[in-house]
């Protein structure tokens, strides 16, 4: 069977499991199950068998004609670079963990066949995105991922935080959507096709008309999509949804569409070197804002999701200087062990009866109780802090020595105010990377207080994936040389200023972490507090509630909530963030700031415009109605039924006609 043959059956296996799934969920409940797990499985080992036949070698590309429009065609068409190859390996291993993970994590969920089902076809629309050599094709799967998270996000769909969510999420991305489209429709005009060869070969003979504003309507799209400032506030409020589906959204789709896109268009990008100032400005902002919101999360799940922003902020950082190697790069590394933390945090809160840090850190023995979540979070954290010799290091390294060669002049590949604003930002996000992963560490997994609940050990279902993740988040970043030929050759080694500037701030970062949580710890003993049971004990979902931790979740894939001391949390990043810490804990007030400028605004024209249409349009057309009817009421009034009465109407009707003659007669015989 052919590479391009194989490379088709990527996408379509897990689109014919979610087909299948949504037929047979309630008649054949059964096969629910199987036919979640063993599509995926196929797609996984169909993309592994892709990446090693294309081998880092030419690029393998095949179109036909989808059909003739008249103008610019529309292609079915493959491209199957190093890139694409080992993307699509990545997204067919995590959906493949979900898909396990969520077997146990959601055994009692009654929605699970749809859930299943919608998990296969978000894997499906990210493959054809990732796969496809043709923009319209790539859209179909950029819009189906769009309505898959919608769905996905509101799974709890009882509760109005997952309503709010799903709604919130579908409508930030199509707002970014709309420029995304006119943007592509544009790109499509100047190269006369939507094939993306044919568009990089147009750029590269300089045939674009307005490459500043074709980039800058792309990269709204690529905002909303991968939520970079300002179009970032959905992704927070979609830990609404399940823990599984944030796995997904986070580290392998959705979020990593954007980010890939620009990689596979990064030409089109560069064309414009405002364009690329403006996306360096974007990801700076983007990290250094994500991180520090980070810090002052509750809900553990935000903490991640936060994280996941500023990382994303990196890799299109990354991009800004003109290096999509290590977008890439860190587009894989990163999504190997987020979606390890997401899937242990699942098990946290599994066992721990709550998502809530502050609830977390009035327990003790949770890291007995879980011993595999443990174990993996702490070497996934380790990652994320980007502490070497782990996955983390190497790739955010890969990216601050991309920013540095652009700042220092030794690449034209972008302007050098660009590379200054990447490194500079890089290296703060990796001090305060470092700080809020440590305190997610500490909060979880160091607290003290009534012994946390024992449900006994978790499903292997849950454990196994966790330990299967970890593998390439220990050794993945060691095997960028091997790898060197799926990167355009080039070998993704760190430099010693950067591994020093980067390491060391993550450890700083670290280090005063885990000195403010001791000085917190030491306050917060000193507090009074009662054992569990005790007067000053309280439920663990009191205590979530109260900082809007608790999620509709919680009570699903939990047993019961613990209770836990009422004293006052041991929280580190309180006092690192000081007075900025409640503004940080809100997301800066965007969500308030788009309330006002734009929410606002839209209802109080929209309601303009019902008092227009019920008081102005619909009197007009009632008065339209209303002057026919009452003439109809006075003809009613004249057909009484009596001959006598119509005779004498008749009669004198005649008498004036007459009169009316007989007078116009005269006053034409006068003149």
């Known amino acids: 069977m052919s590479t391009p043959t194989l490379a088709v059956l990527v996408p379509l296996l897990p689109f014919l499991g979610a087909l299948a799934g949504l037929l047979l969920g309630r008649t054949a409940p059964g096969f629910v199950r199987p036919l979640a797990i063993l599509p995926t499985v196929g797609s996984a080992v169909l993309a592994v068998l892709v990446a090693v036949r294309q081998g880092g070698g030419p690029a393998i590309e095949t179109a036909t004609e989808l059909t003739p429009t008249g103008s610019v065609p529309i292609d079915l068409s493959l491209y199957l670079d190093g890139f694409a190859v080992l993307v699509a390996v990545l997204v067919g291993v995590v959906a493949t ?34 796969y496809s050599g043709d923009l319209m094709v790539l859209l179909v799967g950029w819009e189906i991922m769009g309505i898959c998270s919608y769905f996905l996000v509101g799974h709890y769909w009882e509760t109005e935080a997952a309503r709010s969510a799903s709604l919130k999420a579908f409508l930030v991305t199509k707002l970014g959507d709309v420029p995304f489209l006119i943007g592509l429709f544009a790109l499509a005009t100047d190269a006369d096709s939507f094939q993306i060869t044919k568009i990089l070969g147009t750029v590269a003979a300089g045939g674009l008309d307005h490459p500043t504003l074709i980039a800058l309507l792309l990269l709204a799209g690529v905002a909303g999509k991968s939520a970079q400032f300002p179009l970032h506030t959905w992704l927070p409020d979609a830990m609404a949804g399940p823990t599984p589906v944030s796995a997904l959204i986070h580290a392998a789709t959705m979020v990593a569409a954007g980010v890939y896109f620009v990689a596979r268009l990064l030409p089109v990008f560069a064309a414009s070197r405002a364009a690329l100032v403006v996306m360096a400005v974007m990801a700076a902002v983007t990290m250094i804002g994500s991180a520090l919101a980070a810090l002052a999360q509750d809900d553990i799940k935000r903490v991640l999701a936060y994280s996941t922003i500023g990382q994303l902020g990196y890799m299109i950082g990354a991009l800004a200087v003109g290096d999509r190697e290590a977008a890439v790069f860190h587009l894989l590394s990163h999504g190997a062990f987020k979606a390890l933390l997401f899937l242990g945090a699942g098990v946290i809160i599994h066992a721990a009866g709550t998502n809530s840090l502050a609830a977390m850190s009035r327990m003790d023995g949770l890291t007995q109780r879980i011993p595999d979540a443990f174990w993996t979070m702490t070497i996934a954290l380790l990652a994320l802090a980007a502490i070497p010799p782990f996955a983390g290091f190497f790739s955010k390294e890969a990216v601050l020595v991309a920013a540095e060669h652009t700042a220092t002049g030794h690449s034209e590949a972008a302007p050098g105010a660009a590379g200054w604003v990447v490194l500079v930002a890089g290296v703060l996000t990796a001090l305060l990377t470092a700080a809020y992963a440590t305190r997610l560490w500490l909060m979880a997994f160091r607290g003290r207080g009534a012994a946390a609940p024992d449900h006994g050990k978790e499903p292997l279902a849950m454990t196994g994936v966790l330990w299967l993740l970890a593998i390439p988040t220990i050794g ?14 080039r070998e993704l080694t760190p430099s010693l200023t950067t591994s020093v500037l980067g390491t060391g701030a993550a450890v700083v970062g670290a280090v005063l972490t885990y000195a403010l949580w001791q000085r917190a710890e030491a306050k917060a003993a000193l507090a009074p507090a009662g054992a569990a049971g005790a007067p000053h004990a309280v439920p663990a979902s009191v205590v979530a509630a109260a900082s809007a931790a608790e999620s509709p979740e919680v009570d699903e894939v939990t047993h019961d909530h613990p209770v836990v001391p009422a004293r006052p949390a041991a929280d580190p990043g309180r006092a690192l963030l000081g007075p900025l810490h409640r503004h940080a804990a809100v997301g800066f007030h965007l969500d308030a700031v788009y309330d006002r400028a734009f929410v606002r605004p839209v209802r109080a024209a929209a309601a303009l415009v019902r008092f227009l249409d019920r008081e102005v349009v619909d009197t007009y057309v009632r008065g339209a109605g209303l002057g026919p009817r009452l003439l109809g009421g006075l003809v009613r009034r004249s057909q009484t039924g009596n001959v006598q009465s119509y005779l004498s109407a008749l009669l004198a009707g005649a008498v004036v006609l007459a009169i009316a003659t007989a007078v116009l007669a005269n006053v034409n015989a006068g003149s």
């Open 476 to 489: 993945f970043g060691l095997l960028v040389g091997p790898l060197a030929d799926f990167f355009d050759g």
């Open 97 to 130: 963990c979900v898909q396990i993970y969520s077997t146990a994590y959601l055994r009692e969920d009654p929605r699970y066949p749809s859930y299943a089902a919608l998990v296969s076809l978000f894997t499906s629309a990210m493959l054809l995105v990732v």
